[in-house]
Structure formats: C-alpha cells, structure tokens
C-alpha cells in the first residue's frame, strides 16, 4: 500500500494502519532528529521527540493535504518544528557527551590508533555541522544524510529550491572551511599544484 492508500483508510477509521507508516519512517525521523539535536547536545530526546513527532502528525492527520506535500515531507516539517520547539525550551540546558553515554565503541577490525583517528575525524565533522546556522544544517543533514531532492527539502523548509541550493552552498563551504587547518597535510603543501588537483 502507498502512503496515500494508508493516509485514506486511517481517515476512513482503520488508525490501526498508522503503525505501518510509522514503521516506515522512524529510522529516518529519528536520525534526523539525532543530527538536528547535536548542536544542543540534547540527543538523548531524539525518542521522545520522534515520539511527539508521530502523535502530533496523527492527530493533525485529518487536515494534512495531499495537494500541498507528501507524506515524508510534512511529517519532516513536524520533526523539525518539534526538534526547534524544544531547543528553544533547553536553550540554558545542555548534556555533555560524557554524561550522554554515548561515547564511540571502538572496532575490534582496525588498530586502535586508526580508529581513533577515524573517530577524530567524524568528530570534527559533526562538530563542523553543528556550527552551522540552523537552516543550513537541517538543509545539508536532509541532503548528505537523507539523500532528499532539493524540492522535498525546499518544502520542509520553507525556501525556495534556489534558496536551499545557496544554504547547501553556503553550508558546505563552512564546513570546508571549519576542517581546513585539520586536514590539511603540510607535507604536500611544498609540492607545486597539489592542492590545485
């Protein structure tokens, strides 16, 4: 069944069907959530939030609209609402990633040293995101890690696709910039060009 179908017989009465399209969007929901979480280092609220999520989606569910968004779409906009709804409530609060519990689990695969680095370097990323204006990182996590079009993100956003192209633009040369001084290899940096290629 479509997301339509399921959206058309709930409306009908048969809210049992709405597990289904829960069961077909919290993975991605939640994530989203995580990522949008991380500045604040508030991801320990990601579940709660994705649940509030889902509830405020099934109860406005009789006024959403084809016509105006799909499905994924609007339920992303609710998420998002919820998540900067929240962040305005903790702004004073934060966790630290200490205390949050979740600290990396290292792979019995790669040496030790690999995986810290590896480890630094997904940090510094993340760390580089989370900087970002709150616009350009929902942008880019919609784009780099929901693999979204530039319309579905255009709609839960609010922009226009040439405005979520600048912010993705914008974004991604911030991030660039912030990872510079980390990775760049002074070694190279002699050779005429290299950094050219």
Not at 32 to 52: G, P
Not at 66 to 93: C, M
Not at 162 to 185: C, D
Request: glycine share 2%; charged share 25%.
């Amino acid at each position: 069944m479509t997301d339509s179908q399921i959206i058309r017989e709930i409306k009908e009465g048969n809210v049992e069907l709405y597990a289904e399209l829960m069961r077909r969007y919290q993975r991605k929901i939640i994530a989203f959530i995580f990522h949008m979480l991380k500045s604040a280092q508030l991801e320990l609220l990601a579940e709660d939030l994705c649940s509030e999520t889902f509830y405020k989606a099934f109860r406005s569910l009789n006024s959403f609209r084809e016509v105006d968004a799909s499905f994924s779409t609007w339920l992303y906009t609710i998420a998002r609402n919820t998540v900067l709804s929240e962040l305005r409530k903790q702004k004073a609060s934060s966790v630290s990633l200490d205390e949050s519990g979740l600290m990396p689990i290292a792979s019995t695969d790669i040496a030790p040293e690999q995986e810290v680095l590896r480890s630094e370097k997904v940090n510094l990323v993340r760390e580089a995101i989370n900087n970002l204006p709150e616009k350009q990182r929902s942008a880019l996590i919609l784009r780099e890690y929901d693999q979204m079009d530039y319309q579905e993100i255009a709609n839960i956003l609010g922009q226009t696709v040439s405005s979520v192209k600048s912010l993705l633009f914008r974004a991604r040369a911030s991030v660039k910039n912030q990872l510079e001084p980390y990775f760049a290899e002074p070694m190279y940096e002699e050779y005429e060009g290299m950094n050219s290629r």
